[in-house]
């Protein structure tokens, strides 16, 4: 990866605050659900979520997960990873960036129903189609 292609990946994720995040459930199926998402400066995805729903209960069993973010100006990232909750320290840093980012997660900021997850990339596909040439390109970090 060059430090053109994670500036542009990470300034797509900083002009967005919704994404599309796709788990698999126990049957096997994908179920997607939109969140408010912040990043790191590594490329990693941060979420909150209540514990009780699919998407935390699906990830309990798959870590394994995808992501659609953007679309603006045919810009748009998909991403695959892991997905870890994240505790102590770690989540308190997390939970702060990511409420600094979405304003509508406040709410829930020290809300012991929510847990925090940081998702680590295996795979980025950053396409945009707004240019021409067309700009597609991939990385894998397997």
Known sequence: MTDEQKEKILSLFKRNEFGVLATNSESGSPESAVMAFSE??????????????????????????????????????????VATAVEGGEREILEEAH?????????????????????????????????DPQEVWEIDFK
């Open 40 to 81: 790191t400066d590594d490329l990693c995805i941060v979420f909150g979520s209540f514990k009780d729903t699919r998407k935390n209960k699906n990830i309990a069993k798959d870590p394994h997960v995808s992501v659609v973010i953007g679309y603006e100006n045919s810009t748009s990232v998909q991403f695959e990873g």
């Open 99 to 131: 409420c600094q980012k979405n304003d509508g997660s406040q709410m829930f900021r020290n809300d012991l129903r929510q847990e925090y997850f940081k998702v680590v990339p295996t795979w980025i596909r950053y396409s945009n189609f707004s240019v």
